[in-house]
């Protein structure tokens, strides 16, 4: 079995990043009518890039999808995006990039993220992972959407 792994993303990568993120973010645009902010943006991509945090999973000579880190200060990171395409999805993938991710950044003792609150499988993934959930936001009071918020303090 090919092993994954996290590549540093560069601004070439910007486009298929983009690509990427559509294809495995199309469940959640059938789900709730649209995607996660700025996924179809290619310069969104590349400002992401261009911060120094986006990295591209590999698995074998494949890329997989793709994970954004934003430093929030010297002990806490927030996953952005996480996001693998449906071909490679139930590889295992997924937990062995969250534990390279965060040896990345040993000085790193509290981790955070959102997920969509009918994301059930990505509720278990975490939870496996040891995130525990925190809090629900509702980004807009005028639709039915919720995330709910999950951290992992080490």
């Known amino acids: ?18 690509n990427l993120a559509v294809d495995a973010f199309q469940a959640d645009f059938e789900q709730y009518g649209s995607f996660p902010p ?8 590349l400002q992401s890039v261009e911060a120094g945090h986006y990295y591209l999973i590999k698995y074998g000579d494949e890329v997989a999808g793709g994970i954004l880190a934003v430093i929030k200060n010297h002990q806490e990171i927030e996953i952005k995006y996480f996001f693998i395409t449906p071909d490679f999805q139930d590889k295992r993938i997924g ?11 040993p000085r790193v003792t509290c981790w955070s993220l959102v997920t969509p609150f009918k994301a059930f499988r990505n509720h278990h993934f975490y939870e496996k992972l040891g995130y525990v959930k925190v809090g629900e936001v509702q980004p807009d009071i005028n639709e039915p959407f919720w995330l709910f918020e999950y951290q992992k303090t080490i």
Do not use: C, F, G, N
């Open 95 to 105: 937990s062995q990039v969250v534990k390279q991710l965060e040896s990345h950044y």
């Open 1 to 18: 079995m090919p092993k994954s792994r996290l590549v540093l993303a560069s601004a070439e990568d910007a486009l298929q990043l983009k």
């Open 38 to 45: 700025h996924i179809e943006s290619t310069a969104w991509h």
